[in-house]
Antibody, heavy 115, light 107 residues
Framework: QVQVKQWGAGLLKPSETLSLTCAVYGGSLSGYHWSWIRQPPGKGLEWIGEINHSGTTNYNPSLKSRVTISVDTSKNQFSLRLNSVTAADTAVYYC?????????WGQGTLVTVSP | DIQMTQSPSSLSASVGDRVTITCRASQDISTYLNWYQQTPGKAPKLLIYAASRLQSGVPSRFSGSGSGTDFTLTISSLQPEDFATYYCQQSYSTPRTFGQGTKVEIK
């Protein structure tokens, strides 16, 4: 059974860089797009972007200038970096398997941005 | 970006009720529409994909319909475990976008 597990720093100061990693167990990165999606506390879901096993990316234009998604096929992992964070970036961040629907999700990581 | 609008934003219902949630896209998305259920503290769970296809393991009381711009999620007989927030999501184009959510509460 394929699983995804994610990890990364949960408390950041403004202007720092958010860094999260998601590992895929029991399956391959190939054939799917691997996405990052976030959810501010009490709010809805926002798609951040995606990457395939070849490293081709798509980003949400609203975050594109600050976001980098990368893949490490040797470790079966993919990662998210978000630069220059502010309080508005406080959210639960999820990794998920796409591209057309998200039937497999990581457990979520709460990232709080506070001075 | 394609805007997804759900209605209602919240509803109160009783166990056994039939519940309908609608989702409207700002442009034609064919049947590139998915539905998710989310309970507090958990990741969303895929219920319906491609507008009407039931995800494996999801109870048959959940159904989806629609195409183009208007879509519906129906729960035929609400069960206690169905009290949650429901989201629609379009997969027609990037950026993928979600509706704002519909919270189903106990009456």
């Amino acid at each position: 059974q394929v699983q995804v597990k994610q990890w990364g720093a949960g408390l950041l100061k403004p202007s720092e860089t958010l860094s999260l990693t998601c590992a895929v167990y029991g399956g391959s990165l190939s054939g799917y797009h691997w996405s990052w999606i976030r959810q501010p506390p009490g709010k809805g879901l926002e798609w951040i972007g995606e990457i395939n096993h070849s490293g081709t990316t798509n980003y949400n234009p609203s975050l594109k200038s600050r976001v980098t998604i990368s893949v490490d096929t040797s470790k079966n992992q993919f990662s998210l970096r978000l630069n220059s964070v502010t309080a508005a970036d406080t959210a639960v961040y999820y990794c998920a398997r796409g591209p057309y629907n998200y039937g497999l999700w990581g457990q979520g990581t709460l990232v709080t941005v506070s001075p | 970006d394609i805007q997804m609008t759900q209605s209602p934003s919240s509803l109160s219902a009783s166990v056994g009720d039939r519940v309908t949630i609608t989702c409207r896209a700002s442009q034609d998305i064919s049947t590139y529409l998915n539905w998710y259920q989310q309970t507090p503290g958990k990741a969303p769970k895929l219920l319906i994909y491609a507008a009407s296809r039931l995800q494996s393991g999801v109870p048959s009381r959940f159904s989806g319909s629609g195409s183009g711009t208007d879509f519906t999620l129906t729960i035929s007989s609400l069960q206690p475990e169905d009290f949650a927030t429901y989201y629609c999501q379009q997969s027609y184009s990037t950026p993928r976008t979600f509706g704002q959510g519909t919270k189903v509460e106990i009456k």
